[in-house]
Protein backbone atom coordinates (compact mmCIF):
# COMPACT_ATOMS: atom_id res chain seq x y z
CA UNK A 1 0.00 0.00 0.00
CA UNK A 2 1.28 3.29 -0.84
CA UNK A 3 0.06 6.91 -0.27
CA UNK A 4 0.30 10.14 -1.78
CA UNK A 5 0.58 13.14 0.02
CA UNK A 6 0.04 17.11 -1.40
CA UNK A 7 2.54 19.39 -1.79
CA UNK A 8 1.59 21.64 0.94
CA UNK A 9 1.47 18.42 3.58
CA UNK A 10 5.08 17.62 2.61
CA UNK A 11 6.28 20.93 2.85
CA UNK A 12 4.22 21.31 6.40
CA UNK A 13 5.01 17.42 7.51
CA UNK A 14 8.84 18.44 7.10
CA UNK A 15 8.76 21.14 8.44
CA UNK A 16 7.34 19.52 11.87
CA UNK A 17 9.91 17.01 11.05
CA UNK A 18 12.65 19.82 11.62
CA UNK A 19 11.25 21.78 14.64
CA UNK A 20 10.94 18.26 16.65
CA UNK A 21 14.31 17.55 15.77
CA UNK A 22 15.58 20.47 17.42
CA UNK A 23 13.40 20.02 20.38
CA UNK A 24 14.87 16.69 20.39
CA UNK A 25 11.24 15.34 20.70
CA UNK A 26 10.08 12.54 18.11
CA UNK A 27 7.28 13.52 15.96
CA UNK A 28 4.75 11.31 14.26
CA UNK A 29 1.73 11.72 12.25
CA UNK A 30 -0.98 9.45 13.20
CA UNK A 31 -4.60 7.94 13.45
CA UNK A 32 -7.49 9.03 10.95
CA UNK A 33 -4.55 11.06 8.54
CA UNK A 34 -2.81 7.96 8.07
CA UNK A 35 -5.98 5.62 7.68
CA UNK A 36 -7.39 7.92 5.18
CA UNK A 37 -4.02 9.13 3.20
CA UNK A 38 -3.41 5.06 2.56
CA UNK A 39 -7.07 5.01 1.48
CA UNK A 40 -7.00 7.72 -0.88
CA UNK A 41 -9.94 9.33 0.87
CA UNK A 42 -10.08 13.10 1.34
CA UNK A 43 -8.45 14.35 4.52
CA UNK A 44 -8.99 17.49 6.12
CA UNK A 45 -6.64 17.48 9.37
CA UNK A 46 -3.06 15.81 10.07
CA UNK A 47 -2.75 14.73 13.95
CA UNK A 48 0.84 15.18 15.32
CA UNK A 49 1.88 12.90 17.95
CA UNK A 50 5.10 13.97 19.59
CA UNK A 51 6.91 12.44 22.44
CA UNK A 52 7.29 14.90 24.66
CA UNK A 53 5.34 18.64 25.04
CA UNK A 54 2.78 18.53 22.16
CA UNK A 55 2.07 22.21 22.98
CA UNK A 56 5.69 23.52 22.90
CA UNK A 57 6.14 21.68 19.41
CA UNK A 58 2.73 23.26 18.25
CA UNK A 59 4.47 27.09 19.07
CA UNK A 60 8.11 25.66 17.58
CA UNK A 61 5.97 25.24 14.06
CA UNK A 62 3.81 28.18 14.04
CA UNK A 63 7.29 30.67 14.69
CA UNK A 64 9.01 29.07 11.62
CA UNK A 65 5.70 29.65 9.41
CA UNK A 66 5.13 33.12 7.88
CA UNK A 67 2.77 35.20 8.81
CA UNK A 68 2.86 33.34 11.90
CA UNK A 69 -0.41 31.43 12.26
CA UNK A 70 -2.33 31.81 15.81
CA UNK A 71 -1.87 28.45 18.21
CA UNK A 72 -5.16 27.85 20.16
CA UNK A 73 -3.43 26.26 23.43
CA UNK A 74 -6.10 23.61 25.13
CA UNK A 75 -3.80 23.04 28.10
CA UNK A 76 -6.67 20.91 29.71
CA UNK A 77 -6.03 18.46 27.76
CA UNK A 78 -1.95 19.30 26.91
CA UNK A 79 -3.17 19.73 22.62
CA UNK A 80 -2.27 22.91 20.89
CA UNK A 81 -4.03 23.02 17.18
CA UNK A 82 -2.77 25.44 14.19
CA UNK A 83 -3.80 26.45 10.59
CA UNK A 84 -1.52 25.83 8.03
CA UNK A 85 -3.00 27.07 4.62
CA UNK A 86 -6.06 24.56 4.43
CA UNK A 87 -4.65 22.36 6.80
CA UNK A 88 -6.18 21.80 10.48
CA UNK A 89 -3.20 20.31 12.22
CA UNK A 90 -3.63 19.08 16.01
CA UNK A 91 -0.45 18.40 18.26
CA UNK A 92 -0.18 16.07 21.27
CA UNK A 93 2.61 14.60 23.48
CA UNK A 94 2.12 10.61 23.54
CA UNK A 95 0.28 9.57 26.07
CA UNK A 96 -0.69 6.72 28.32
CA UNK A 97 -3.94 6.74 29.20
CA UNK A 98 -6.22 5.18 32.16
CA UNK A 99 -10.18 5.38 31.74
CA UNK A 100 -11.96 4.93 35.24
CA UNK A 101 -14.97 2.48 34.41
CA UNK A 102 -18.04 4.56 35.61
CA UNK A 103 -16.49 7.65 33.54
CA UNK A 104 -15.14 9.06 30.47
CA UNK A 105 -12.92 11.35 31.78
CA UNK A 106 -9.69 9.89 31.20
CA UNK A 107 -6.59 10.18 33.79
CA UNK A 108 -3.62 11.27 31.26
CA UNK A 109 -0.15 10.49 31.88
CA UNK A 110 2.92 10.99 29.17
CA UNK A 111 4.27 7.79 27.51
CA UNK A 112 5.82 6.29 24.59
CA UNK A 113 4.76 6.56 20.79
CA UNK A 114 3.83 2.81 21.31
CA UNK A 115 1.82 3.31 24.85
CA UNK A 116 -0.07 6.11 22.16
CA UNK A 117 -0.52 3.08 19.55
CA UNK A 118 -2.05 1.18 22.40
CA UNK A 119 -4.72 3.05 23.39
CA UNK A 120 -6.10 3.89 20.11
CA UNK A 121 -9.17 2.16 19.19
CA UNK A 122 -8.69 -0.02 15.86
CA UNK A 123 -5.47 -1.27 13.91
CA UNK A 124 -6.04 0.73 10.89
CA UNK A 125 -5.80 4.03 13.00
CA UNK A 126 -3.69 2.96 15.08
CA UNK A 127 -0.86 3.78 12.39
CA UNK A 128 1.81 6.17 12.55
CA UNK A 129 3.93 7.97 9.67
CA UNK A 130 7.71 9.02 11.18
CA UNK A 131 9.01 12.37 10.70
CA UNK A 132 12.37 12.21 12.05
CA UNK A 133 15.27 12.70 9.77
CA UNK A 134 16.50 8.89 8.39
CA UNK A 135 12.87 7.67 8.77
CA UNK A 136 10.74 10.19 7.63
CA UNK A 137 7.50 8.95 5.66
CA UNK A 138 8.11 5.30 7.34
CA UNK A 139 4.93 4.00 8.86
CA UNK A 140 5.10 2.28 12.28
CA UNK A 141 2.55 0.02 12.37
CA UNK A 142 2.77 -2.67 15.37
CA UNK A 143 -1.00 -3.58 15.00
CA UNK A 144 -1.28 -5.19 11.03
CA UNK A 145 -2.92 -2.31 10.66
CA UNK A 146 -1.76 -2.27 6.70
CA UNK A 147 -2.99 -5.64 6.53
CA UNK A 148 -6.49 -5.40 7.71
CA UNK A 149 -7.14 -2.05 5.29
CA UNK A 150 -6.01 -4.30 2.57
CA UNK A 151 -8.61 -7.25 4.06
CA UNK A 152 -11.00 -4.35 4.69
CA UNK A 153 -11.40 -5.32 8.89
CA UNK A 154 -11.97 -2.95 11.67
CA UNK A 155 -10.82 -4.70 14.53
CA UNK A 156 -9.09 -3.81 17.71
CA UNK A 157 -5.58 -2.98 18.60
CA UNK A 158 -6.00 -4.75 21.77
CA UNK A 159 -8.11 -7.44 23.32
CA UNK A 160 -11.42 -5.74 22.32
CA UNK A 161 -12.89 -5.15 26.49
CA UNK A 162 -9.92 -3.09 27.17
CA UNK A 163 -10.65 -1.01 24.22
CA UNK A 164 -14.45 -0.99 24.39
CA UNK A 165 -14.38 -0.27 28.37
CA UNK A 166 -11.70 2.88 28.06
CA UNK A 167 -14.10 4.50 25.87
CA UNK A 168 -17.37 2.30 24.48
CA UNK A 169 -18.36 5.03 21.94
CA UNK A 170 -15.78 3.18 20.02
CA UNK A 171 -18.44 0.61 19.69
CA UNK A 172 -20.52 2.50 17.75
CA UNK A 173 -17.49 3.95 16.11
CA UNK A 174 -16.78 0.68 14.74
CA UNK A 175 -19.83 -0.04 13.49
CA UNK A 176 -19.70 3.41 11.41
CA UNK A 177 -16.48 2.82 9.98
CA UNK A 178 -17.93 -0.42 8.71
CA UNK A 179 -20.72 0.96 7.22
CA UNK A 180 -18.97 4.18 6.53
CA UNK A 181 -15.41 2.20 4.42
CA UNK A 182 -17.73 -1.16 3.70
CA UNK A 183 -15.75 -3.00 5.78
CA UNK A 184 -16.62 -6.09 8.18
CA UNK A 185 -16.14 -6.23 11.73
CA UNK A 186 -13.57 -8.93 13.33
CA UNK A 187 -15.39 -11.43 14.78
CA UNK A 188 -13.82 -11.44 18.11
CA UNK A 189 -14.28 -7.66 17.84
CA UNK A 190 -17.74 -7.86 17.36
CA UNK A 191 -18.40 -10.49 19.95
CA UNK A 192 -16.51 -7.79 22.90
CA UNK A 193 -19.11 -5.31 20.87
CA UNK A 194 -21.90 -7.29 22.37
CA UNK A 195 -20.05 -8.19 25.51
CA UNK A 196 -20.00 -4.79 26.23
CA UNK A 197 -23.36 -2.74 24.44
CA UNK A 198 -24.37 -1.77 28.13
CA UNK A 199 -21.07 0.58 28.76
CA UNK A 200 -22.92 2.78 26.17
CA UNK A 201 -25.18 3.75 28.72
CA UNK A 202 -22.08 6.10 30.21
CA UNK A 203 -21.93 8.31 26.93
CA UNK A 204 -23.24 11.52 25.63
CA UNK A 205 -26.28 11.45 23.65
CA UNK A 206 -24.84 14.10 21.73
CA UNK A 207 -21.66 11.30 20.79
CA UNK A 208 -24.06 8.45 19.84
CA UNK A 209 -26.47 10.84 17.30
CA UNK A 210 -23.35 11.88 15.84
CA UNK A 211 -22.43 8.66 15.20
CA UNK A 212 -25.62 7.66 13.94
CA UNK A 213 -25.70 10.73 11.72
CA UNK A 214 -22.40 9.46 9.90
CA UNK A 215 -24.18 5.71 9.49
CA UNK A 216 -27.06 7.90 8.12
CA UNK A 217 -25.23 9.49 5.78
CA UNK A 218 -23.05 6.37 4.45
CA UNK A 219 -24.17 5.11 1.16
CA UNK A 220 -25.84 2.14 2.51
CA UNK A 221 -27.28 2.79 6.46
CA UNK A 222 -28.90 -0.42 6.47
CA UNK A 223 -25.25 -2.03 7.11
CA UNK A 224 -24.86 -0.06 10.13
CA UNK A 225 -28.46 -0.57 11.58
CA UNK A 226 -28.21 -4.13 10.74
CA UNK A 227 -24.69 -4.29 12.82
CA UNK A 228 -26.43 -1.80 15.74
CA UNK A 229 -28.94 -4.66 16.09
CA UNK A 230 -27.29 -7.62 15.70
CA UNK A 231 -24.67 -6.12 18.71
CA UNK A 232 -27.30 -5.48 20.67
CA UNK A 233 -27.19 -1.64 20.66
CA UNK A 234 -29.77 -0.39 18.56
CA UNK A 235 -32.82 -1.97 21.39
CA UNK A 236 -30.68 0.58 23.91
CA UNK A 237 -30.33 3.30 22.36
CA UNK A 238 -33.25 4.04 19.89
CA UNK A 239 -35.58 0.96 21.16
CA UNK A 240 -38.88 2.40 18.73
CA UNK A 241 -36.44 1.44 15.63
CA UNK A 242 -35.86 -1.96 17.04
CA UNK A 243 -39.16 -2.95 18.57
CA UNK A 244 -39.84 -2.96 14.81
CA UNK A 245 -37.79 -6.26 13.81
CA UNK A 246 -39.79 -9.47 14.67
CA UNK A 247 -42.48 -11.60 12.15
CA UNK A 248 -45.42 -12.37 13.89
CA UNK A 249 -47.98 -15.36 12.90
CA UNK A 250 -51.20 -16.13 13.72
CA UNK A 251 -53.69 -18.75 12.43
CA UNK A 252 -51.36 -18.88 9.27
CA UNK A 253 -50.91 -14.81 8.64
CA UNK A 254 -48.00 -13.14 8.73
CA UNK A 255 -46.95 -9.68 8.74
CA UNK A 256 -44.02 -8.60 7.21
CA UNK A 257 -40.71 -7.41 9.10
CA UNK A 258 -40.90 -4.01 9.84
CA UNK A 259 -37.49 -3.74 10.64
CA UNK A 260 -35.98 -4.98 7.19
CA UNK A 261 -38.98 -3.32 5.41
CA UNK A 262 -38.13 0.10 7.30
CA UNK A 263 -34.18 -0.57 6.42
CA UNK A 264 -35.36 -1.29 2.61
CA UNK A 265 -36.67 2.01 2.26
CA UNK A 266 -33.99 3.99 4.02
CA UNK A 267 -31.41 2.44 1.32
CA UNK A 268 -33.87 3.35 -1.24
CA UNK A 269 -33.67 6.87 -0.12
CA UNK A 270 -30.03 7.20 -0.07
CA UNK A 271 -30.22 6.21 -3.86
CA UNK A 272 -31.95 9.45 -4.40
CA UNK A 273 -31.48 12.25 -1.73
CA UNK A 274 -28.66 13.16 0.45
CA UNK A 275 -30.72 14.85 3.05
CA UNK A 276 -29.83 13.63 6.54
CA UNK A 277 -33.28 14.77 7.30
CA UNK A 278 -35.47 12.91 4.97
CA UNK A 279 -32.79 9.89 6.19
CA UNK A 280 -34.18 10.05 9.48
CA UNK A 281 -37.43 10.24 8.45
CA UNK A 282 -37.11 6.96 6.29
CA UNK A 283 -35.61 5.04 8.85
CA UNK A 284 -38.72 6.19 11.96
CA UNK A 285 -41.69 6.22 8.59
CA UNK A 286 -43.02 3.12 10.67
CA UNK A 287 -42.45 3.47 14.21
CA UNK A 288 -46.15 3.80 14.84
CA UNK A 289 -46.00 0.11 14.10
CA UNK A 290 -45.61 -1.81 16.91
CA UNK A 291 -47.84 0.06 18.94
CA UNK A 292 -50.86 0.09 16.60
CA UNK A 293 -50.27 -3.33 15.56
CA UNK A 294 -53.74 -5.53 15.92
CA UNK A 295 -55.11 -9.19 14.78
CA UNK A 296 -57.87 -8.82 13.38
CA UNK A 297 -59.98 -12.61 11.84
CA UNK A 298 -61.20 -11.45 9.14
CA UNK A 299 -58.55 -8.58 7.64
CA UNK A 300 -55.52 -10.16 9.32
CA UNK A 301 -52.46 -7.99 11.05
CA UNK A 302 -53.37 -3.91 10.99
CA UNK A 303 -51.54 -0.90 11.63
CA UNK A 304 -54.37 1.45 11.58
CA UNK A 305 -53.35 5.14 12.21
CA UNK A 306 -49.21 4.13 13.01
CA UNK A 307 -48.41 7.10 10.84
CA UNK A 308 -50.36 9.19 13.35
CA UNK A 309 -48.58 7.43 16.16
CA UNK A 310 -45.56 7.51 14.44
CA UNK A 311 -45.90 11.26 13.89
CA UNK A 312 -46.33 11.58 18.00
CA UNK A 313 -43.02 9.27 18.82
CA UNK A 314 -40.65 11.45 16.91
CA UNK A 315 -40.59 14.42 19.22
CA UNK A 316 -39.30 12.51 22.61
CA UNK A 317 -36.90 10.48 20.49
CA UNK A 318 -35.26 13.60 18.53
CA UNK A 319 -35.25 14.91 22.63
CA UNK A 320 -33.60 11.59 23.81
CA UNK A 321 -30.93 12.09 21.49
CA UNK A 322 -30.29 15.82 21.84
CA UNK A 323 -31.48 16.44 18.20
CA UNK A 324 -32.33 19.83 17.25
CA UNK A 325 -35.92 20.40 18.35
CA UNK A 326 -36.31 23.54 15.59
CA UNK A 327 -38.40 22.97 11.98
CA UNK A 328 -36.04 19.74 11.82
CA UNK A 329 -38.51 18.19 13.47
CA UNK A 330 -41.27 19.58 12.09
CA UNK A 331 -40.30 18.30 8.84
CA UNK A 332 -39.51 14.56 10.31
CA UNK A 333 -42.46 14.76 12.05
CA UNK A 334 -44.59 15.74 8.84
CA UNK A 335 -43.02 13.15 7.05
CA UNK A 336 -43.92 10.43 9.21
CA UNK A 337 -47.57 11.46 8.97
CA UNK A 338 -48.12 11.91 5.97
CA UNK A 339 -45.89 8.79 4.71
CA UNK A 340 -49.28 7.40 3.72
CA UNK A 341 -51.20 9.98 1.90
CA UNK A 342 -49.60 9.91 -2.09
CA UNK A 343 -50.38 6.25 -2.33
CA UNK A 344 -53.83 6.30 -0.81
CA UNK A 345 -54.60 8.87 -3.97
CA UNK A 346 -53.52 6.80 -6.74
CA UNK A 347 -56.76 5.67 -8.26
CA UNK A 348 -58.37 7.24 -10.84
CA UNK A 349 -61.75 7.95 -8.80
CA UNK A 350 -59.96 10.40 -6.37
CA UNK A 351 -61.04 13.64 -7.03
CA UNK A 352 -59.02 17.27 -8.10
CA UNK A 353 -59.65 18.64 -4.49
CA UNK A 354 -57.50 15.43 -2.96
CA UNK A 355 -54.68 15.79 -4.66
CA UNK A 356 -55.07 20.07 -4.15
CA UNK A 357 -55.18 19.42 -0.72
CA UNK A 358 -51.65 17.08 -0.83
CA UNK A 359 -50.15 19.32 -2.91
CA UNK A 360 -50.84 22.30 -0.18
CA UNK A 361 -50.27 20.31 2.84
CA UNK A 362 -47.18 18.57 1.64
CA UNK A 363 -46.09 22.16 0.65
CA UNK A 364 -42.47 22.96 0.26
CA UNK A 365 -41.98 19.65 0.94
CA UNK A 366 -43.55 17.53 -1.74
CA UNK A 367 -40.79 16.52 -2.90
CA UNK A 368 -39.59 14.66 -0.66
CA UNK A 369 -42.78 13.30 0.62
CA UNK A 370 -43.08 11.39 -2.87
CA UNK A 371 -38.79 10.27 -2.76
CA UNK A 372 -40.13 8.90 0.88
CA UNK A 373 -43.65 7.24 -0.66
CA UNK A 374 -42.08 5.96 -3.87
CA UNK A 375 -39.14 4.44 -1.48
CA UNK A 376 -41.54 2.87 0.82
CA UNK A 377 -42.64 0.26 -1.97
CA UNK A 378 -40.62 -3.05 -1.22
CA UNK A 379 -42.68 -5.25 -2.66
CA UNK A 380 -40.75 -8.07 -4.65
CA UNK A 381 -43.61 -8.75 -6.53
CA UNK A 382 -42.56 -7.37 -10.23
CA UNK A 383 -46.40 -7.15 -11.25
CA UNK A 384 -47.69 -5.46 -7.94
CA UNK A 385 -44.39 -3.00 -8.16
CA UNK A 386 -44.91 -2.15 -11.95
CA UNK A 387 -48.83 -1.27 -10.64
CA UNK A 388 -47.62 0.86 -7.75
CA UNK A 389 -45.19 2.92 -9.69
CA UNK A 390 -47.63 3.54 -12.72
CA UNK A 391 -49.70 4.68 -10.08
CA UNK A 392 -47.15 6.89 -8.43
CA UNK A 393 -46.98 8.67 -12.02
CA UNK A 394 -50.71 8.75 -12.41
CA UNK A 395 -50.93 11.26 -9.09
CA UNK A 396 -47.56 13.11 -10.40
CA UNK A 397 -49.63 13.82 -13.64
CA UNK A 398 -52.74 14.56 -11.66
CA UNK A 399 -50.60 16.79 -9.30
CA UNK A 400 -49.13 18.91 -12.62
CA UNK A 401 -52.55 18.83 -14.18
CA UNK A 402 -53.92 20.78 -10.93
CA UNK A 403 -51.07 22.83 -10.42
CA UNK A 404 -51.43 23.68 -13.88
CA UNK A 405 -54.89 24.88 -13.78
CA UNK A 406 -54.92 26.63 -10.75
CA UNK A 407 -52.11 28.55 -11.32
CA UNK A 408 -54.56 29.68 -14.66
CA UNK A 409 -57.62 30.65 -12.64
CA UNK A 410 -55.50 32.41 -10.02
CA UNK A 411 -53.85 33.83 -13.44
CA UNK A 412 -54.03 37.89 -13.81
CA UNK A 413 -52.57 39.65 -17.01
CA UNK A 414 -50.33 42.29 -16.20
CA UNK A 415 -53.00 45.17 -17.89
CA UNK A 416 -55.85 45.82 -15.59
CA UNK A 417 -58.83 47.35 -16.59
CA UNK A 418 -57.39 50.42 -14.44
CA UNK A 419 -54.49 50.85 -16.68
CA UNK A 420 -56.80 50.92 -19.75
CA UNK A 421 -58.79 53.21 -18.95
CA UNK A 422 -56.37 55.64 -17.51
CA UNK A 423 -54.20 55.39 -20.81
CA UNK A 424 -56.97 56.23 -22.84
CA UNK A 425 -58.67 58.58 -20.57
CA UNK A 426 -62.19 56.02 -21.32
CA UNK A 427 -64.62 55.39 -18.28
CA UNK A 428 -66.18 51.95 -18.03
CA UNK A 429 -67.04 50.50 -21.36
CA UNK A 430 -67.35 47.43 -23.96
CA UNK A 431 -63.96 48.90 -25.42
CA UNK A 432 -61.99 48.41 -22.13
CA UNK A 433 -63.17 44.53 -22.16
CA UNK A 434 -62.23 44.12 -25.89
CA UNK A 435 -58.59 45.49 -25.17
CA UNK A 436 -57.99 43.83 -22.01
CA UNK A 437 -59.45 40.41 -23.91
CA UNK A 438 -57.04 40.71 -26.46
CA UNK A 439 -53.62 41.69 -24.40
CA UNK A 440 -54.66 38.48 -22.35
CA UNK A 441 -55.07 36.66 -25.41
CA UNK A 442 -51.97 37.52 -26.74
CA UNK A 443 -49.95 36.43 -23.36
CA UNK A 444 -51.95 33.06 -23.56
CA UNK A 445 -51.53 32.64 -27.45
CA UNK A 446 -47.24 33.28 -26.54
CA UNK A 447 -47.54 36.33 -29.17
CA UNK A 448 -46.08 38.55 -26.18
CA UNK A 449 -44.28 37.58 -22.93
CA UNK A 450 -46.23 37.96 -19.39
CA UNK A 451 -44.63 41.45 -18.71
CA UNK A 452 -45.64 44.60 -18.09
CA UNK A 453 -43.93 46.76 -21.09
CA UNK A 454 -44.68 44.49 -23.64
CA UNK A 455 -48.44 43.98 -22.75
CA UNK A 456 -48.47 47.89 -22.26
CA UNK A 457 -47.43 48.28 -25.83
CA UNK A 458 -49.62 45.47 -27.26
CA UNK A 459 -52.36 47.75 -25.23
CA UNK A 460 -51.40 50.96 -27.00
CA UNK A 461 -51.90 48.98 -30.29
CA UNK A 462 -55.03 47.28 -29.49
CA UNK A 463 -56.76 51.07 -28.35
CA UNK A 464 -54.80 52.41 -31.76
CA UNK A 465 -57.04 49.37 -33.71
CA UNK A 466 -60.41 50.89 -31.72
CA UNK A 467 -59.43 54.53 -32.86
CA UNK A 468 -57.72 55.75 -29.44
CA UNK A 469 -54.62 57.17 -28.30
CA UNK A 470 -52.87 57.54 -25.26
CA UNK A 471 -54.28 60.43 -23.39
CA UNK A 472 -50.56 61.84 -22.24
N1 LIG B 1 -9.61 7.75 18.62
C1 LIG B 1 -9.76 6.70 19.51
N2 LIG B 1 -10.93 6.53 20.19
C2 LIG B 1 -11.97 7.39 19.99
C3 LIG B 1 -11.83 8.46 19.09
C4 LIG B 1 -10.64 8.61 18.41
O1 LIG B 1 -8.83 5.93 19.68
N3 LIG B 1 -13.11 7.22 20.64
C5 LIG B 1 -8.32 7.94 17.93
C6 LIG B 1 -8.20 7.13 16.64
O2 LIG B 1 -6.83 6.78 16.51
C7 LIG B 1 -8.60 8.12 15.58
C8 LIG B 1 -8.01 9.41 16.14
O3 LIG B 1 -8.16 9.29 17.55
O4 LIG B 1 -8.09 7.80 14.32
C9 LIG B 1 -8.69 10.67 15.64
O5 LIG B 1 -10.03 10.66 16.04
P1 LIG B 1 -11.20 11.36 15.21
O6 LIG B 1 -10.68 12.59 14.56
O7 LIG B 1 -12.38 11.43 16.09
O8 LIG B 1 -11.57 10.27 14.15
P2 LIG B 1 -10.96 9.85 12.80
O9 LIG B 1 -10.41 8.48 12.94
O10 LIG B 1 -10.05 10.87 12.24
O11 LIG B 1 -12.25 9.70 11.89
P3 LIG B 1 -13.51 10.69 11.75
O12 LIG B 1 -13.02 12.06 11.50
O13 LIG B 1 -14.25 10.09 10.59
O14 LIG B 1 -14.28 10.55 13.03
Known amino acids: MIFTLEPNEIRLLEHVGRCAAELGVPAYAVGGYVRDRLLGRPTKDIDIVCVGDGIQLANQVANGISPRPKVAVYSRFGTA ?56 GQIVDPFDGMKHLEERVIKTPLEPGKTFSDDPLRMMRAIRFATQLGF ?13 KNRINIISKERIATELEKILLSPKPSVGFNLLFDAGLLQIIMPEVAALQGVEDRQGRAHKDNFYHTLEVLDNVCKKSNNVWLRWAALLHDIGKPPTKKFDKEAGWTFHGHEWKGAIMVPP ?3 NLRLPLDQKLEYVKKLVMMHLRPISLTREEVTDSAVRRLIFEAGEDLDDLMILCESDITTKNPKKMSRYLEGYEYLKERMSLVTEADRLRLWQPPIT ?11 PSKEVGVIKTAVREAILDGEIPNEMAEAFNRMVEEGRKLGLKPIA
Request: charge should be negative; hydrophobic fraction near 35%.
Open 184 to 196: SIDPETFSGIKEY
Open 81 to 136: MLHYENIEVEFVGARRESYQSDSRKPDVELGTLEDDQNRRDFTINAMAISLQEGSF
Open 417 to 427: GEIIMKTFGLS
Open 317 to 319: LFR
